[in-house]
């Protein structure tokens, strides 16, 4: 198994990172959140999980240890393949998942894409015994103030065009074209979806240029 990759990123992509390790470019997969904290040419060290396909090899990273505990504790629970388990920590930071599992919060389950109500309930009774509870206390405000949404989106979705290459002005005139999307998604009841957010507003700058 490799556990972490670490190395100069050599490009980043809406949810891919390259890092270069010993002269190889090593492609992880990571969510929107990750991929804003990198930056092109900077050192980076990602904690990895390797999933093992038939037919394919799949590399996925996160920002530490205990996000990629979740990641494999997640895919445990029957249904839960490891594009969902990302989605739900695209979503949702370890803790805040905790929480939601701890208190039977149904609804921050439902804000990640591909889980309905049924879904939901049933990923709550398999993961009951299996999370554990939020660490430590900061960590329980912090999982507290996420469990009824992510981060604010705008910040993550403006973060990660950035970390892609694009200018501050640039990132903000995408944020507004994509703000519709994310306001129904939040009226409907559920948080806004940044991984879909990233990919519209990467359109609408490859638009633009």
Excluded at 13 to 25: C, D, R
Aim: hydrophobic letters at 45%; glycine letters at 12%.
């Amino acid at each position: 198994m490799i556990a972490f990759v670490s190395g100069p990123v050599a490009a980043l992509a809406p949810t891919t990172a390259v890092i270069e390790v010993g002269g190889i470019g090593m492609a992880v997969q990571c969510t929107p959140n990750t991929i804003a904290g990198l930056r092109i040419g900077q050192e980076a060290r990602l904690a990895t999980s390797l999933v093992v396909r038939e037919d394919s090899l799949t590399l996925y990273g996160f920002a530490d240890d205990d996000e990629r505990q979740v990641f494999e504790l997640l895919q445990t629970a029957s249904g839960v393949g490891p594009r969902l388990a990302q989605a739900m920590l695209g979503v949702h930071s370890p803790d805040a998942l905790r929480l939601a599992v701890s208190t039977g919060d149904e609804k921050a389950l439902t804000a990640v894409p591909g889980i309905g109500k049924k879904g939901a309930q049933k990923l709550l009774l398999e993961l009951k015994d299996k999370l554990g509870q939020p660490l430590g206390t900061g960590g329980l405000v912090g999982a507290q103030r996420a469990a009824t949404g992510p981060a604010p989106w705008t910040e993550q979705l403006s973060a990660a065009l950035i970390g892609l290459g694009y200018a501050s002005r640039e990132a903000e005139e995408a944020v507004a074209m994509v703000t519709p999307q994310a306001e129904a998604a939040i009226a409907a009841g559920g948080a806004a979806p940044v991984p879909q957010l990233l990919r519209a507003a990467l359109q609408t700058l490859n638009r633009a240029r």
